[in-house]
């Protein structure tokens, strides 16, 4: 049996990253959210701040690209990587070490189309976790300590920014139910609940293996 991958993807003020936490406290493996990219650039040689700034975000300015191109390094600026526009670069630098984490160890790791990059790993599930409109609001307005209007405005714009890039990589649509091996709703239940469900579906797939 391989190494226990899970990958979640999430909406804004969903608990995305919750049920991520409590998933990966629960079964005492590792999370890769923000530690994807610091991984993913000192796997490729790449600046670390050159992954913060496309995570996540459809780069759609080639200047930008051809620009911030002079401070990339390691084998992604060698051919056939060089005239390829930096964002995508830094894709196939996130997709490697994606691929090299899950043959490594089992893990959480969230967002970042982790989906994609393993869809070929049978030990792999993926989840989407997703809420009401108005519970999102609530969850961040509290969390960002904004009025409830700015904080729609924040769900509206990250929601737009995860989707262009989920739908343009990988050729799928974000946060549809095809696209993913199980989808949570936690305006129903609990962070604590979805993980009870994970943990059984995954029960489920190993049975019937």
Not at 81 to 89: S, V
Request: proline residues 2%; aromatic residues 10%; contains cysteine.
């Amino acid at each position: 049996m391989g190494n226990h991958i899970y990958t979640i993807g999430r909406e804004l003020g969903s608990g995305g990253y919750t049920v991520a936490k409590l998933l990966a406290e629960r079964l005492g493996i590792r999370l890769y959210d923000k530690e994807l990219l610091a991984q993913a650039a000192k796997d490729s040689g790449f600046c670390e701040e050159i992954f913060e700034n496309h995570d996540e975000r459809p780069t759609n300015s080639f200047l930008y690209s051809l620009v911030m191109d002079t401070y990339t390094g390691g084998n992604y600026s060698a051919a056939p990587f060089l005239d390829m526009p930096l964002n995508h670069k830094v894709f196939l630098a996130q997709f490697d070490t994606i691929k090299k984490i899950a043959s490594e160890e089992s893990c959480v790791i969230v967002g970042r189309c982790a989906d994609y990059a393993l869809a070929s790993n049978p030990d792999c599930l993926s989840i989407f976790v997703h809420a009401d409109m108005d519970d999102r609001i609530r969850r961040v307005s509290k969390r960002e300590d904004v009025t409830e209007s700015k904080a729609k405005d924040m769900i509206q714009k990250r929601d737009k920014q995860r989707s262009s890039y989920y739908n343009y990589y990988t050729c799928k649509k974000w946060g549809d139910s095809r696209s993913y091996d199980l989808t949570l709703n936690t305006s129903k239940i609990t962070p604590e609940a979805c993980v009870d469900i994970i943990l059984d579906f995954r029960k489920k797939m190993e049975q019937k293996k």
